[in-house]
Nanobody
């Protein structure tokens, strides 16, 4: 799987929405659990959401539950993150990531096989 580009970031007002997408190249995308991580200035990178290879199971960190939705389209080699009701504390660089070992490892930041390029999300009035 080749490095993917994350797109869809930008500046949005509190309460607004953004949709991030991460398109990877390679024939094995459907074998990877995929996730989104974020890193705010001065903070460690943290997992935001993850999804298993088929899309049948997902994980969300507590701070985004009910506001963010992760999904994937294996036919398009793409993973998405729909972000609603954005808050200033969501401001960060967002990265997609993939792991062959499965979602349980990915959400711990372990066995990450590749990282996508980051995209900046800024929530500010």
């Amino acid at each position: 799987l080749s490095a993917a580009a994350g797109v869809g970031g930008g500046l949005v007002q509190p309460g607004g929405s953004l949709r991030l997408s991460c398109a990877a190249s390679g024939r094995t995308f459907s074998s990877y659990a995929m996730g989104w991580f974020r890193q705010a200035p001065g903070k460690e990178r943290e997992v935001v959401a993850a999804i298993n290879w088929s899309g049948s199971s997902s994980y969300y960190t507590d701070s985004v539950k009910g506001r963010f939705t992760i999904s994937r389209d294996n036919a398009k080699n793409t993973v998405y993150l729909q972000m609603n009701s954005l808050k200033p504390e969501d401001t960060a660089v967002y990265y997609c990531a993939g792991g062959l070992s499965g979602m349980s490892y990915l959400v711990r930041g372990s066995n990450v096989d590749y990282w996508g390029k980051g995209t900046q999300v800024t929530v500010s009035s």
